[in-house]
């Protein structure tokens, strides 16, 4: 009966003892590996698109986009604008004020009627160019609305004409039948007997129409340029998120979150720093500041807006950082009561060593088996309480680095986690809260390399390649 108790109890304590080694066991196999490298983090963290692609891209896209309404946009049919308005069109913003509500508001009629008036003083700059090219001294009237003449040429007043019915011409010749007129190519062979029509080979109507055409949807072209970021912005996240939902990162309704987040900071961000932009550079050089400070300032702005994306989307990695680190503070600092324990267990095993090798105070006087063999025992677990009293003063130090934010990494506590894979590796604390305060870390840990997968700020899905404290050691927030 009794040798049943005993069995009964032995096995039992056998099987708990054999449950706590197979538990510290998976701990450690799961805790314990190698931290990686330096080059291994870039090789993990390092997303060349955020810091890269992005902003290449809206550079790209928006240089392109003014490059190519500059080349576009004719001086000549600026200078007409100018002339011809009673406005100071000295800077980008009045200038594209102008064109906006001349040429792309109000009825068809008044927007055909501006179009016309403005090919006719384009026309004189035109003419006024090809005359002074040929050594004509050229100057213009004070005020655009000068009455029978638009250029003195080597101080003889000219008209000029640039229309495709002749009867304009010839209602000018009969009202101011001194004054000579400049016509357009076209024109040409209805006057070529009249010694009062001058024609101009190089002067087209067709070309002059075009010319004021280009620029002016040059101008509203540049101003409608930070429209483009969101576009960009939009095809872009939606390429990413893409693959990131089909890597099973992320789901469906994840995925439209992150690009509708993209979308709104980015996108947004690169419009308003393009409006920005446009505005100073226009006030400075006219439409090739404006261009130059639309670029910038769209690259800018999504970039900015790019780091408040990133701060959105990573709020729930933060706030699973936040609670490893708390969870990995919460162990170190059982740790040292822990050591203490183990201190105490090696040097009661060192009393009964003693004890059972019958070692008392005079036993060295004589040498004897039994005392060299306490005497090397004792010598070892002095030793390794030694060291664990060095280990003890290294968790002090690793406890204080908590608020010691310098000695982080990516955001988390690696001193405490140094300690906590020691404390696995070590695998010999009889200490339940320890025990227990290190599953809650590694609970932890998984719900960071959770986070850390959506974002793909790591290779490989959790659990799966790295291990758990890589994966931790390798999150960076998101750029």
């Not at 009627?113 to 004189?124: C, K, V």
């Not at 090809?130 to 040429?153: C, I, K, R, S, Y």
């Not at 109507?205 to 949807?217: G, I, L, P």
Request: charged content about 20%.
């Amino acid at each position: 009966m009794l040798g049943g108790i005993l069995l009964g109890a032995g096995g039992a304590v056998a099987g708990v003892l054999w449950l706590r080694w197979r538990l510290w066991r998976a701990l450690e196999s799961e805790l314990s590996r190698v931290i990686v490298t330096k080059d291994k983090l870039k090789e993990l963290a390092g997303d060349s698109w955020y810091r890269l692609v992005e902003p290449a891209a809206v550079a790209g896209m928006t240089t392109y986009d003014v490059v190519h309404h500059l080349a576009m946009m004719d001086d000549r049919v600026l200078e007409a604008m100018d002339f011809s308005s009673k406005l100071d069109l000295d800077t980008f913003n009045r200038l594209d004020a102008y064109v906006h509500d001349h040429f792309f508001s109000g009825g068809a009629a008044s927007i055909a009627g501006n179009i016309e008036r403005l090919q006719g003083y384009t026309a004189e700059q035109i003419a006024a160019a090809h005359l002074a090219a040929q050594g004509h001294v050229v100057e213009f009237p004070d005020t655009p609305n000068q009455e029978g003449w638009d250029l003195l040429v080597d101080g003889h007043p000219m008209q000029v004409k640039c229309v495709m019915d002749p009867s304009l011409i010839q209602e000018h010749l009969e009202r101011y039948h001194n004054i000579p007129v400049l016509v357009n190519a076209e024109m040409g062979h209805h006057f070529a007997d009249n010694g009062h029509v001058i024609v101009d080979k190089d002067l087209i109507h067709s070309q002059v129409a075009d010319h004021v055409h280009n620029t002016v949807h040059a101008v509203h072209g540049i101003h409608a340029m930070p429209f483009h970021v969101p576009v960009i912005t939009l095809a872009l996240s939606t390429v990413r998120e893409g693959i990131r939902l089909l890597e099973g990162r992320i789901n469906i309704f994840e995925a439209c979150g992150n690009v509708f987040t993209d979308v709104a900071f980015v996108g947004g961000g690169g419009w308003l720093g393009g409006k920005v932009g446009l505005a100073l550079g226009g006030a400075v050089l006219g439409p090739v500041g404006a261009a130059i400070g639309g670029v910038l300032g769209a690259v800018a702005g999504a970039i900015l807006g790019r780091k408040a994306a990133n701060s959105v989307r990573a709020a729930s990695l933060e706030e699973a950082k936040m609670h490893v680190n708390k969870a990995v503070y919460e162990a170190v600092q059982l740790v040292p009561e822990a050591i203490e324990d183990r201190i105490a267990a090696l040097e009661g095993r060192i009393a009964s060593v003693k004890r059972r090798l019958k070692i008392h105070f005079l036993s060295w006087l004589w040498p004897s088996r039994r005392y060299l063999l306490f005497r090397e025992i004792k010598s070892r677990v002095e030793d390794k309480i030694g060291k664990l009293r060095e280990k003890a003063a290294w968790v002090a130090e690793a406890e204080k680095a908590y608020y010691d934010y310098s000695q982080w990494q990516n955001g988390l506590y690696k001193p405490g986690f140094e300690v906590c894979k020691w404390a696995i590796e070590e695998g010999r604390f009889n200490h339940p809260r320890l025990l227990e305060a290190l599953n809650k870390v590694n609970a932890c840990s998984q719900r960071v390399a959770e986070e850390a997968w959506k974002l793909g700020l790591i290779a490989s899905p959790p659990g799966q390649g790295a291990s758990r404290l890589q994966e931790r050691y390798a999150v960076k927030g998101a750029k």
